[in-house]
């Protein structure tokens, strides 16, 4: 019997981690032999979240559009119920419209669609596949024909951070309709990690060029997200941080290391990366914060922060 909690209750389930693409800054790069849950697994974890009251349930990967039995899976999971059925995906094999109209038809609602720049020049070499960019950008389209509702997904790279603001303007010309972006520091596991100086942009860096691009989103009518990344690095835009959004997200990932595949709080689990250094203390946004990636710190230590205090400057909205 579903149960009506008070909080949404998003659940994130991985369903496999291979992947037609091979994006540098891949999270999951390492997993990729991971088996991923067989058809009647994935049921039983739709049907544990659906009896705990689940609203939204998150459909991840790997990528995954390669599972031949996704339509089913959308199917099955909306026979259950859920208000969202989101999928996240780099639309690839979207792109023909076929995949799109059965997602759509079986129930699907909503998808986050990665799109790491505003051109070929800039997404392919990041996704290391030719033609990546055609096609997700005709997975998009072929989406939004379909009605479901979309946002695109950037993780913001030293290839692609000088762009971010090319990458608004593309989707608010290229997407009419589109209102919802996020761009995603990158969290410092797999090719990420492996690769970190040449992946991951200072601080510093990414905050000047977001400043550039969430104005712009902005007055487009574009609401933009900012996840994984500092509060002090977003002076005046903090209320665009994903991070401080609060809700119970819960999920089963086949590759948890201890084997226990269920996880019961991923805010909480992210937040075990990162570390508030020494000058946090004086922040008062601290209490919201999430801190930086320790790993990040021990690079290149704690001098980019920017501690607020909120009585001697513009108070944030968050506040
Ligand atoms: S707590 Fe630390 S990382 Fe977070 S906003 Fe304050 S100074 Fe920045």
Avoid at 297 to 302: K, P
Wanted: net charge neutral; hydrophobic share 35%.
């Amino acid at each position: 019997m579903k149960n009506n909690s008070p909080s949404l209750l998003e659940v994130d389930l991985k369903l496999g981690f291979i992947c037609n693409q091979n994006c540098r800054h891949c999270a999951v790069a390492g997993k990729r032999h991971v088996p991923a849950p067989s058809f009647t697994e994935v049921c039983t974890e739709i049907e544990f979240y659906r009896d705990r009251g689940a609203a939204r349930l998150v459909l991840t990967g790997g990528e995954p559009t390669l599972r031949r039995d996704l339509v089913e899976i959308v199917r099955y999971a909306a026979r259950g119920g859920f208000d969202d059925i989101h999928l996240q995906t780099n639309a690839t094999g979207l792109a023909n419209g076929q995949l799109a109209s059965q997602l759509a038809k079986a129930g699907l609602t909503s998808a986050l669609v990665s799109l790491h720049g505003p051109s070929a020049e800039v997404h392919d070499r990041i996704v290391r596949h030719p033609d990546g960019f055609a096609h997700t950008v005709a997975g998009l389209h072929t989406l939004q024909r379909q009605g479901v509702r979309l946002a695109t997904n950037t993780v913001v790279t030293r290839d692609n951070v000088a762009h971010l603001l090319e990458i608004v303007q593309f989707v608010a010309e290229e997407f009419p309709g589109l209102c919802t972006m996020c761009f995603s520091y990158p969290q410092v596991t797999g090719g990420a990690r492996t690769h970190f100086q040449e992946i991951v942009p200072r601080l510093s860096t990414t905050t000047a060029y977001l400043l550039e691009a969430l104005p712009v989103a902005d007055r487009r009518g574009i609401w933009c997200w900012v996840s994984d990344f500092p509060l002090c690095g977003l002076p005046g835009y903090e209320e665009h941080s994903a991070d401080v959004v609060p809700r119970r997200a819960v999920g089963t990932d086949p590759s948890r290391p201890d084997g226990e595949n269920r996880v019961t709080d991923y805010h909480r689990l992210s937040q075990t990366s990162k570390v508030k250094p020494s000058v946090c203390a004086d922040c008062d946004l601290a209490p919201i914060c999430l801190g930086v990636d320790a790993h990040y710190i021990a690079v290149y230590g704690s001098d980019e922060l920017n501690p607020r205090r909120v009585l001697s400057g513009r108070r944030p909205r968050l506040l």
